[in-house]
């Protein structure tokens, strides 16, 4: 038998359409419905979580027998439904800065040009080219990732302001017809406006992410079991409040990508190539969890 050490995997690249046709229409309406669903889940959700806290707060002051009763003011008791629309909108029009301060501060993103994605993937440069010049548009502008995780997303307003973020470990990972598939993707994603809707909603998933990944790196540290174990519990519960606002775009999220892998697959007449590139991001990222423990992104 073989080693497991020993074995490489082979990939088999089957040939792309000569000739196809654009994909007949479908109806979006499923699609729009998920996108309301998604508003209202993460309104609501944001507020069940803003209300039990208050909730576990006042129990938490009353069982203490705090000297002020404090139970009854109004930072403790008020709807928060008002102020998350407000939140969810203000946000909406920062979103992308916000992502490009995250990216270039918090990931070390530095921009990528088309010259140096072209010796990775001319396909994909011809691809964004031609796109730009068909509907008239601007260019997105590109971020690459130090990582050596397979990634790549995109985030933006429609046309006019929009982003793609690419990992080196995509680009040394993927052969030149994956990149462009994946690129034909984003592309697709960035035409459609709902993708501020899941940035906003990414955008509130990063504080409890941000505090499990700071306070669960600084308890691997510690070599007090009580403080060990206050970081187990803090780095838990902010994980399960990531996950929880997470979960609320998960149906939007899942028919994004089912109608971006469709049109993917329509502007390049390569369906292997998309097949071949989410399976290598698959394998990619299990490879740097197997060697680094986690992945920077």
């Excluded at 209300?51 to 709807?79: K, S």
């Amino acid at each position: 038998m073989m080693p497991i050490s020993s074995y490489r995997l082979r990939w088999r690249h089957g040939d792309r359409a000569k000739r196809w046709q654009p994909l007949h229409r479908i109806h979006h309406r499923a699609y729009w419905l998920s996108f309301g669903l998604t508003v209202a889940l993460a309104l609501v959700g944001l507020r069940t979580i803003f209300t039990t806290f208050c909730t576990a707060l006042n129990r938490l002051i009353f069982l203490i027998d705090w000297p002020i009763n404090l139970r009854y003011m109004w930072w403790l008791e008020f709807d928060p439904l008002l102020p998350l629309v407000i939140y969810f909108v203000m946000v909406a029009a920062v979103c992308p800065w916000l992502w490009d301060w995250l990216i270039r501060w918090r990931y070390g993103g530095r921009s990528l040009d088309l010259d140096t994605l072209k010796p990775h993937s001319d396909e994909a440069v011809r691809l964004i080219q031609r796109l730009r010049r068909q509907h008239q548009w601007r260019s997105p502008q590109l971020y690459r990732l130090t990582t050596t995780a397979p990634v790549i997303f995109s985030y933006g307003y429609p046309r006019w302001f929009t982003r793609i973020v690419l990992s080196q470990g995509l680009l040394n990972q993927l052969e030149s017809d994956e990149i462009a598939v994946l690129v034909a993707r984003e592309l697709d994603q960035l035409q459609h406006g709902d993708g501020i809707c899941l940035a906003v909603i990414s955008l509130a998933a990063q504080l409890p992410y941000q505090i499990y990944w700071v306070v669960a790196d600084w308890g691997d540290r510690q070599h007090n079991r009580l403080l060990r174990g206050l970081a187990r519990a803090v780095s838990a519960l902010s994980y399960g409040l990531y996950s929880a606002i997470r979960w609320t775009s998960l149906g939007l999220a899942r028919q994004r990508v089912w109608h971006s892998d469709r049109a993917a697959v329509g502007l390049t007449g390569n369906p292997n190539a998309l097949i071949r590139a989410i399976l290598k991001i698959a394998q990619g990222t299990a490879q740097t969890i197997i060697r680094e423990g986690h992945t920077s992104t």
